[in-house]
C-alpha cells in the first residue's frame, strides 16, 4: 500500500489544520495507521494512530484534547484534524500504516508503509 499525505500549511497558534492520509494500491481497512512528527533537529514522534475498525485510538500526552485522528475506509484515507495549534506543534507530519496488532504500536519501527510527510508550521 502507498500513503500519501496532504493537508499541511503555515499557520498562527490556535488555528486549525486537517491532515489527510491518502493510500493507493491496498485498501486501507486491514491496517492499523498512525501519525508521527518530526521538529526541526529532534527524533520522530509518536502523534497519535487508530486501529482498522476506527474505534480504538490512541493519543501523545501533548496532543491529547486538541488533536483527533479519524478514518474513512470506504475514502481509503485517515485523517488528522489539529485544533488549538501551538508552536511545539511545528514539525513535518507522516503518516505510517502497519498490521492488526494488539495495543498501542508507538514506534517508528513497527510501521512498514510510510507517507512522504506534509509539513505544519506554526506561528507564534
Known amino acids: 500500500v502507498q500513503l500519501q499525505a496532504s493537508g499541511g500549511g503555515s499557520v498562527q497558534t490556535g488555528d486549525s489544520l486537517r491532515l489527510s492520509c491518502a493510500a493507493s494500491?491496498?485498501?486501507?481497512?486491514?491496517?492499523?495507521v498512525a501519525w508521527f512528527r518530526q521538529a526541526p533537529e529532534k527524533e520522530l514522534e509518536f502523534v497519535t494512530s487508530?486501529?482498522?475498525?476506527?474505534?480504538?485510538?490512541y493519543y501523545a500526552d501533548s496532543v491529547k484534547g486538541r488533536f483527533t485522528i479519524s478514518r474513512d475506509n470506504a475514502e481509503n484515507a485517515v485523517y488528522l484534524q489539529m485544533n488549538g495549534l501551538k508552536p511545539e506543534d511545528t514539525a513535518v507530519y507522516y503518516c505510517?500504516?502497519?498490521?492488526?496488532?494488539?495495543?498501542?504500536?508507538?514506534?517508528?519501527?513497527?510501521?512498514?508503509?510510510w507517507g512522504q510527510g506534509t509539513l505544519v508550521t506554526v506561528s507564534s
Open positions: 505510517a500504516a502497519r498490521g492488526r496488532a494488539v495495543g498501542l504500536r508507538a514506534s517508528p519501527d513497527e510501521y512498514a508503509y
Open positions: 487508530i486501529k482498522g475498525s476506527g474505534v480504538t485510538t
Open positions: 494500491g491496498g485498501s486501507l481497512r486491514i491496517y492499523n
